[in-house]
């Protein structure tokens, strides 16, 4: 369930930090954003917004990013999970009624182009600003360490969804890449999944610990303690190169023969249109900052995920988002979804 800005302050929850401990712990970039912080901003907590689940890939990367902003500046600030519709709900929130006052952001990645195809025309992922990049990686292929598919890699299941049309069970994500990775995975193969819906990738992966679905997809964050568990094991990766984190295993590419299973995450901040540029600013200086702490990289290491030095501005950030928003209009006109 999640929970409103203003419902929080205004019925005196207890918020998760302290003031106290937050104006005794000076960041060496401290000086430098207090002397471009608007005044009077901000006012009360930061709003930030994970429009996934709790436990995820994107929940957990919010939440780390959020102790290293609240490091950073001295400010407050708190992690919400507004969930829906597969990540639909929230993205709709932030691009058309999010306050425009910078006291509510968004850490959203590049689902948020296919989320913007999926409203139908009601918003743009041009109604948002993208101010600060995160980080990026690719999905990892999962499936259970002693389930049907332990042994053979994903060679195998797709052999065997090819075999037994409609009967392996794939975790799901409507209307994204989980989604689009399936599809390629069907034509490539000759094969039909079970596709089982669900939230988010967190939720998915709960779901192949159970057993209740044969293949699912997941960032390193959500996996790796499963894996060292020995509870699931990887068969594929996204991208054209094997990821430095799983390097004996193979990408999806060389798998099936395809050079264009590339679907992966990138993570970054954004903040309605109409945020005043001076709060614009400090956010994207302050969320810059929070990403050059060396901590904050090495935390983002163990996590599987890289921040990407090229897009730490918010022009190469918006640049590189219409660019990859381009790349997938192409895939969703060449798959059907939308008219050419």
Known sequence: MSITRRGLIATGAALPFAGAALAQDTHPARAALNAIKPAGYPREPIEMVVVYPAGGGMDITGRVVQRFFERVTGERSFVNNRTGGAGLVGHTWLATQAPSDGHAIGIIANLVISDAARSQGRWQVSDLDHIAHLNAEPLNLMVNAEGPFKTGGLRGLLEAARARPGTIRVANVVGGYYEYLIEQLEQASGSRFLKVPFQGGGPGITALLGNNVDLAFGFFAEVR????????????????????????????????????????????????????????????????????????????????????????????????VAQMAEAERAYLVASGRVPR
């Open 225 to 320: 303690g499963h894996m060292q568990g020995n509870r699931l094991l990887p068969v594929a990766v996204t991208g054209r190169q094997p990821t430095a984190f799983l390097p004996e295993t193979p990408t999806v590419n060389s798998v099936i023969g395809r050079d264009d299973v590339n679907w992966g995450v990138s993570r970054w901040i954004a903040v309605p249109k109409a945020v005043p540029a001076d709060r614009k600013a400090w956010l994207a200086a302050a969320f810059r900052a929070a990403v050059a702490d060396p901590a904050l990289v090495e935390e983002f290491r163990n996590l599987g995920a890289l921040p990407d030095p090229a897009l730490n501005s918010p022009a190469a950030l918006n640049a590189a």
